[in-house]
Nanobody, 125 residues
Framework: QVRLVESGGGSVQAGGSLRLSCAAS??????????MAWFRQAPGKEREGLAA???????TYADSVKGRFAISKDSAKNTLYLQMNSLKPGDTAIYYC?????????????????WGQGTQVTVSP
């Protein structure tokens, strides 16, 4: 079992930056073997995969955030990060951290077994 807790959300003006964190409660060996990802869900929209990191450190990004968002992790702290720059009002959503053991499509919601509770990000014009 893997428990995920996101933090770092908040309100920011367009053009600003935020860094989200996702702390995982599991042993370091398990954490290092997991696929980790960030998703978001805006009101009235489906959950969208944004960025993923495989256990080997390779990354995948959605076109909507490529060049603006960066995923990283600190395995010593069992923590995943999402650095978000050049934020736009369209980035307003609840942001979720997810983890999975066997992931083929890195940005597909169905591939992930464990989810955090989400953190709200609001970007004003």
């Amino acid at each position: 079992q893997v428990r995920l807790v996101e933090s770092g959300g908040g309100s920011v003006q367009a053009g600003g930056s935020l860094r989200l964190s996702c702390a995982a409660s599991t042993d370091t060996y398990t954490y290092k073997s997991l696929f980790m990802a960030w998703f978001r869900q805006a009101p009235g929209k489906e959950r969208e995969g944004l960025a993923a990191m495989a256990s080997d450190g390779s990354t995948t990004y959605a076109d909507s955030v490529k060049g603006r968002f960066a995923i990283s992790k600190d395995s010593a702290k069992n923590t995943l990060y999402l650095q978000m720059n050049s934020l736009k009002p369209g980035d307003t959503a609840i942001y979720y951290c997810a983890a999975g053991r066997f992931v083929a499509d890195h940005l597909a919601e169905v591939e992930y077994n464990y989810w955090g509770q989400g953190t709200q990000v609001t970007v004003s014009p």
